[in-house]
């Protein structure tokens, strides 16, 4: 039980991190083009919003593999269970902040709109999700070599996309495409697992 605390923790000073990284590369890119990036860079994917995907991939990547792999020596389903807590956190500390930036607070998710709703579930599941995915490719390596990290950081930086296109569409059948994204990263991790499952380490 304690493990998984951790792990939380881990999740919610790794989303932390996420938006220090985010709002450092905002601020540089303010300066850079003399005008103020934040907050109508997310209206819209754009190169701002690739590069917010790769850094909350990256921090997910290095807190599994760094802390929850090597420090803590999580291994097998303990380590994939472990990681996809720290995901869970990290995806409800995003759609705290995300409820802090639009001026309502958590006693105000009852008031909120079902558009509102679905995004802020979207925001958590997608974070869950391909912190699975991070989580069975290292598991499931079979071989270690220099590419490692950019093999496990791509896949689930191009779901992490993928959905943040579909959201910014905004429309019934896009809702459903998110579905069936999240539930395409869904069954292609388990299948990772059940192909591995005795070489997961």
Known sequence: MA???KAAFIGIIAALAAVIAEQFLAVTASLFFQ???????YANLN???VAAAIIEEAIKYFAASRILRRIFGLERFKFIFAAVTAGLFFGLTE???ILLSNGKKISDIKSLDGETLFSLLTVILTHVLTTLLISVLIAGRQEK???D?????LPPTFVHLLVNFLIIQKGDFTNWL????????FVTSAAI??????ELD
Do not use: D, H
């Open 178 to 185: 998110v579905g069936i994204v999240l539930g395409t990263t």
């Open 47 to 49: 190169f701002f919003l």
């Open 149 to 153: 990290a950019l093999k496990t950081i």
């Open 193 to 198: 697992i059940m192909f591995n499952l005795r």
């Open 3 to 5: 493990t998984f605390a």
């Open 145 to 147: 070599n220099r590419l």
């Open 95 to 97: 759609a705290y902040f």
């Open 35 to 41: 005008r103020e990036i934040m907050p109508a860079v």
